[in-house]
């Protein structure tokens, strides 16, 4: 299996665009994650799906931010219109389920910079 | 709410040295727990999982440990490398609350 997928992995866009953050989990795991990591902040849990449905939003700054997950292999983290304050890097990251054996896999990352 | 520490946040070690990471914990209602190594500008690559009922794990020259009833976790590295410096996060699997990471520690591991 490939990973954890994600795209871009670098984006660069000016205040008041939209950004869109891309992930495709490793098949065959239910849960998908999106972290945002700063260095202020660490690493922050901002949404989490289970076979596609959102279970908890709670860490979503605000209604800028909104995330997708139209079927099991694909994921989409927006955020419009964007801010300087939402510059950091972006994980999305998969497990197959909430058990004690189960890994956390992460993609290597969106890093986004608003201008 | 879970909450979860690391100590030291920063570490710089002489090449060889053996070292310990330490993870703390406030809940001890937890499937597992896991620790991580993040390279600057990388992502987060998982080294070892320790699961509820397990006591340590072990791969190379890593051993993690866990004690749930203190809250506690230890990430040793024996004869550290240069190739080692990164910074390790923990993460524990809660029933009810998914992951929760500790803020990292930050090692140097000087040639």
């Known amino acids: 299996d490939a990973g954890v997928i994600q795209s871009p992995r670098h984006e660069v866009t000016e205040m008041g665009q939209e950004v869109t953050l891309r992930c495709k989990p490793i098949?065959?795991?239910?849960?998908l994650f999106w972290y945002r990591q700063t260095m202020m902040r660490g690493l922050e849990l901002l949404i989490y799906?289970?076979?596609?449905?959102?279970?908890?939003d709670s860490g979503m700054p605000e209604d800028r931010f909104s995330a997708k997950m139209p079927n099991a292999s694909f994921s989409t983290l927006k955020i419009q219109p964007s801010e300087p304050r939402d510059s950091a890097v972006y994980f999305c990251?998969?497990?197959?389920?909430?058990?004690?054996?189960?890994?956390?896999?992460f993609g290597a990352g969106s890093r986004l910079t608003v201008l | 709410k879970q909450e979860v520490t690391q100590i030291p946040a920063a570490l710089s070690v002489p090449e060889g040295e053996n070292l310990v990471l330490n993870c703390s914990f406030t809940d001890s209602a937890i499937y597992n727990l896991q620790w991580f190594r993040q390279d600057p500008g990388k992502g987060l690559t998982s080294l070892l999982l320790?699961?509820?009922?397990?006591r340590e794990q072990t791969s190379g020259r890593l051993n993690a440990s866990l004690d749930k009833s203190s809250g506690r976790s230890t990430l040793y590295i024996a004869a550290s490398q240069p190739g080692d410096s990164a910074t390790y996060l923990c993460?524990?699997?809660?029933?009810?609350?998914?992951?929760?990471f500790g803020p990292g520690t930050r090692l140097s591991v000087l040639p």
């Open positions: 320790i699961q509820s009922s397990q």
């Open positions: 098949s065959g795991h239910d849960y």
């Open positions: 993460a524990v699997g809660n029933y009810g609350q998914n992951f929760v």
């Open positions: 799906f289970n076979n596609n449905v959102p279970i908890d």
């Open positions: 990251a998969s497990t197959p389920q909430f058990s004690g054996a189960n890994v956390l896999t």
